[in-house]
C-alpha cells in the first residue's frame, strides 16, 4: 500500500513528498514538531500535543499554519489516506522557505508537513514486557529543551552512542550529575522509599505529554510521587527506572551503564502504570 503526505496544502505520495531546498527547518532547524500515538484511528492525548504545538511556535515566533479546527481535519485525513489503526502521526512546522539568512524572513508562509505510519503493537508490548537498556551520556543540548524544536543532532548522536553499545536509548546527564531526561523521553525512578521521582519542568525539560497524562492517573492513585530530580546513582539504587513518551508509552529500563536495575526485570509499577496509561489514552482518543 502506497503511504501518502501533506506538504502545505496537498496530499501526495509519500515517495514524491518534499520541501524546497532553502526552508529554514533544512537549513537552520528553524521548525517545531509533534508526534501523536493513534489507537484505532484515534489521535491520543490530542489537545495537550496542540497545546504544546501553540507553545512551542509561539516561543519561536513562527505563525501558525492553520487553524486548530482545520489542523485536525488534515491530521485525521492523513490517518484515514495511511489506513492507520494503530501507529503514529509526526507534524512539523518550519518557519518557511526564504533566502538563507539569519534574520527572521518577512511575509514568509510556514511550511507543514504530517506523515503517518502503522505500529507493531504487539512488538512494543513484548519490549515493555523484557524492558530496556540504556547508556547515560552527558547533557549537551540548547538551554530550551522546553521547545520542541527538529534541532535534534545531540540527541541523534547520544541515541547512536546507545545503538553502538548495545542498548535501546540514552539517560542525559547534567553537569552535578543528575539524570534530565532520555534522548526522546521523560525519565522516571522508583526510589528505595517507593516513591517515583521525575525531574521538575521547573529545570528545562520537555513538557512531554504522555509525562503530564501519567501524572494525571498518579495523582489518582496511592502513589507517592515528587518532581524532584535524581543522579544517576539514585537510578542505580531504584527499585524501578522508566521512561515515557509517546512512541514509547511507559517503557521499564533493566540496565543503566551495564549495571542491573533490581533484578533485571521491568518492576510492577512501571508495568501497571504501563497498563493504565494505555487504557486511559485508548479510552478518551480523539479528544
Known sequence: MSRFAYVDGRYVRHADACVHIEDRGYQFADAVYEVWSVFDGRLADTQGHLDRLDRSLKSLRIDAPMSRAALLVVLYEVIRRNRVKEGMVYLQVSRGVAPRDHFFPVGVKPTLVITARAADREAAATKARIGIKVI?????????????????????????????????DVLFVDKDDFVTEGGSAN?????????????????????????????????????????????????????????????????????????????????????????????????????
Open 136 to 168: 547515560t551520556q552527558p547533557d549537551i543540548r540548547w538551554g530550551r529543551c522546553d521547545i520542541k524544536t527538529v534541532g535534534l543532532l545531540p540527541n541523534v548522536l547520544a541515541k547512536q552512542a546507545a545503538k553502538d553499545a548495545g542498548a535501546s
Open 187 to 287: 525519565a522516571y525512578i522508583v526510589d528505595e522509599a517507593g516513591v517515583i521521582r521525575t525531574r521538575s519542568l521547573k529545570s528545562n525539560i520537555l513538557a512531554g505529554i504522555t509525562r503530564a497524562q501519567l501524572l494525571k492517573i498518579l495523582n489518582t492513585s496511592d502513589i507517592e510521587i515528587k518532581e524532584e530530580a535524581f543522579t544517576v546513582a539514585e537510578a542505580l539504587a531504584a527499585r524501578e527506572v522508566f521512561i515515557t513518551a509517546a512512541t514509547s508509552l511507559v517503557m521499564p529500563v533493566v540496565e543503566i551503564d551495564g549495571h542491573k536495575i533490581g533484578d533485571g526485570n521491568p518492576g510492577s509499577v512501571a508495568t501497571a502504570l504501563r497498563e493504565a496509561y494505555i487504557q486511559q489514552a485508548t479510552t478518551t482518543a480523539g479528544i
